[in-house]
């Protein structure tokens, strides 16, 4: 049983920084989604564990940067250059049969274990 543990939300103003940390071995791929109050989950990023390869969605891109320490058993979602539209509550999520599509895109639907999720809030 895949378990995974998500922590380094909080708040921060805009333009500032945060990073999610998400503990967890023996995946396919991680992912990162967030869903905001009134919105359906969207997917952030993805790496895929065989190449190390990311995807990003079009509104992170260049601000977010996702990445993994072996040692650590561990992924990171570092975040940058905050805006209040981020604010979501963040998920990690991990594909444990290896059927996801990371890096090309992420589907919450191909993602089999999800963390309980973490409240990033952006506001002045």
């Known amino acids: 049983q895949l378990q995974l543990a998500e922590s380094g939300g909080g708040l921060v103003q805009p333009g500032g920084s945060l990073r999610l940390s998400c503990v967890a071995s023996g995946y396919y791929a991680i992912g990162w989604f967030r869903q905001a109050p009134g919105k359906e989950r969207e997917a952030v990023s993805c790496?895929?564990?065989?190449?190390?390869?990311?995807y990003y969605s079009e509104s992170v891109k260049g601000r977010f940067t996702i990445s993994r320490d072996n040692a650590k058993n561990t992924v990171y979602l570092q975040m940058n250059s905050l805006k209040p539209e981020d604010t979501a509550v963040y998920y990690c999520?991990?594909?444990?049969?290896?059927?996801?599509?990371?890096?090309?895109?992420?589907?919450?639907?191909?993602?089999?274990?999800w963390g309980q999720g973490t409240q990033v809030t952006v506001s002045s």
């Open positions: 790496l895929s564990r065989g190449d190390d390869s990311t």
């Open positions: 999520a991990a594909d444990g049969i290896g059927l996801s599509t990371c890096p090309y895109t992420a589907r919450p639907d191909e993602y089999n274990y």
